[in-house]
């Protein structure tokens, strides 16, 4: 009956002696927990401002699929697709006037010789058209020659007419009478003519300007298809929506007018934006001086500086109750690691703005 009274004494003492280290290693652990955020925060000053941002680039041209000009599709019908036979590297630096991308344009070659020859074949018939008017109002002139003769000699049969029988004078009055209604009669139907030559020929030079606006559109078109760069740069492709994932241009591939291909920027001048939330936007000021650091590069560090703050302020896709305002950081010097559309983390002194 003693044995398991003492071994319950022994086990109570063991307890009471184990009882204070577990106690120790807490504390000694919540000691040093404290002690580094302690030096964190000495590291770290409570006015210290971080963002988060991305680097663009400040000069750039986007290029995009050629729009083609001229008669649209026909009603129902989806716009043309234009195929990609060249495309330009990733990465790739051209300089200004190099190839970028250019479309398969068998069809606006095609559609360019059609409408030329349209067009010269409404020249054959403007031709035409006017030789025959010259024949006709050559008909129509001689014509009229005949009918004033004939008023005329109508005319000199009526001299001496007291000297006729007047049947004869009445007879030859007549006959003057009737060759005057007659030209007169030719005279309104070759004015009439002139006019209907006249709008006949107008018809054909309407379709003549209307065709050659479409011979020019079909050529401007065939143009388009070859894009060159507008200036020397870096090419960076642009992702777009394709098999139910984001994926890059590529060759043989087609695309709708319009739609983004790629982007010529230039490397030598970069810059981050990055948004400000509203409880930070009252410590900040254009001019204060920034440190920028790649999270894709943590051991590259650049200085900068606030160059614009924008005075209206969004809201945020989460809450319409959280507002954040634009805001544009320089950065000093190039670097090959600076391209677009890195991440990039901003810390801003407010005490470091100038004029303080």
Same mark, same amino acid.
């Given at each position: 009956?003693?044995?398991?009274?003492?071994?319950?004494?022994?086990?109570?003492?063991?307890?009471?002696?184990?009882?204070?280290?577990?106690?120790?290693?807490?504390?000694?652990?919540?000691?040093?927990?404290?002690?580094?955020?302690?030096?964190?925060?000495?590291?770290?000053?409570?006015?210290?401002?971080?963002?988060?941002?991305?680097?663009?680039?400040?000069?750039?041209?986007?290029?995009?699929?050629?729009?083609?000009?001229?008669?649209?599709?026909?009603?129902?019908?989806?716009?043309?697709?234009?195929?990609?036979?060249?495309?330009?590297?990733?990465?790739?630096?051209?300089?200004?006037?190099?190839?970028?991308?250019?479309?398969?344009?068998?069809?606006?070659?095609?559609?360019?010789?059609?409408?030329?020859?349209?067009?010269?074949?409404?020249?054959?018939?403007?031709?035409?058209?006017?030789?025959?008017?010259?024949?006709?109002?050559?008909?129509?002139?001689?014509?009229?020659?005949?009918?004033?003769?004939?008023?005329?000699?109508?005319?000199?049969?009526? %001299?001496?007419?007291?000297?006729?029988?007047?049947?004869?004078?009445?007879?030859?009055?007549?006959?003057?009478?009737?060759?005057?209604?007659?030209?007169?009669?030719?005279?309104?139907?070759?004015?009439?003519?002139?006019?209907?030559?006249?709008?006949?020929?107008?018809?054909?030079?309407?379709?003549?300007?209307?065709?050659?606006?479409?011979?020019?559109?079909?050529?401007?078109?065939?143009?388009?298809?070859?894009? %060159?760069?507008?200036?020397?740069?870096?090419?960076?492709?642009?992702? %777009?929506?394709?098999?139910?994932?984001?994926?890059?241009?590529?060759?043989?591939?087609?695309?709708?007018?319009?739609?983004?291909?790629?982007?010529?920027?230039?490397?030598?001048?970069?810059?981050?934006?990055?948004?400000?939330?509203?409880?930070? %936007?009252?410590?900040?000021?254009?001019?204060?001086?920034?440190?920028?650091?790649?999270?894709?590069?943590?051991?590259?560090?650049?200085?900068?500086?606030?160059?614009?703050?924008?005075?209206?302020?969004?809201?945020?896709?989460?809450?319409?109750?959280?507002?954040?305002?634009?805001?544009?950081?320089?950065?000093?010097?190039?670097?090959?690691?600076?391209?677009?559309?890195?991440?990039?983390?901003?810390?801003?002194?407010?005490?470091?703005?100038?004029?303080?």
């Amino acid at each position: 009956m003693q044995c398991p009274r003492m071994l319950a004494v022994i086990a109570l003492a063991a307890l009471a002696i184990a009882s204070p280290v577990v106690e120790f290693s807490k504390a000694a652990a919540f000691q040093t927990a404290a002690s580094t955020n302690a030096d964190a925060k000495t590291a770290s000053p409570d006015n210290t401002i971080r963002l988060h941002g991305l680097v663009e680039p400040i000069r750039s041209r986007l290029v995009t699929a050629p729009r083609i000009t001229g008669s649209g599709p026909a009603a129902g019908m989806p716009a043309p697709q234009l195929v990609i036979v060249r495309l330009a590297k990733a990465g790739t630096m051209v300089r200004k006037g190099e190839l970028l991308v250019e479309f398969d344009r068998t069809s606006q070659l095609k559609n360019a010789r059609d409408r030329e020859a349209e067009y010269r074949d409404i020249l054959a018939q403007i031709d035409k058209k006017q030789a025959e008017q010259i024949i006709a109002r050559a008909a129509r002139q001689t014509g009229l020659k005949i009918a004033e003769n004939a008023v005329r000699r109508a005319e000199l049969d009526l %001299v001496g007419v007291e000297m006729l029988a007047k049947i004869t004078a009445e007879k030859n009055q007549q006959v003057l009478e009737e060759a005057r209604a007659k030209l007169a009669q030719l005279r309104k139907t070759s004015e009439l003519h002139e006019r209907a030559d006249a709008a006949d020929l107008r018809i054909l030079e309407i379709q003549r300007d209307r065709t050659k606006n479409a011979w020019d559109h079909a050529a401007t078109n065939a143009t388009r298809m070859r894009i %060159v760069s507008p200036l020397n740069g870096l090419v960076v492709l642009r992702f %777009v929506f394709k098999g139910g994932t984001m994926a890059e241009m590529q060759e043989g591939e087609e695309v709708r007018p319009g739609i983004p291909i790629l982007e010529v920027v230039d490397p030598t001048a970069m810059r981050v934006r990055a948004a400000v939330n509203q409880a930070d %936007v009252a410590s900040l000021a254009t001019g204060m001086k920034v440190r920028i650091t790649l999270d894709s590069y943590p051991s590259r560090t650049f200085d900068g500086r606030l160059e614009n703050l924008s005075p209206v302020a969004t809201a945020s896709s989460m809450s319409a109750r959280v507002r954040s305002f634009a805001a544009v950081f320089s950065v000093e010097g190039t670097d090959e690691h600076l391209l677009p559309d890195l991440a990039a983390a901003i810390e801003v002194q407010p005490a470091a703005a100038e004029g303080q």
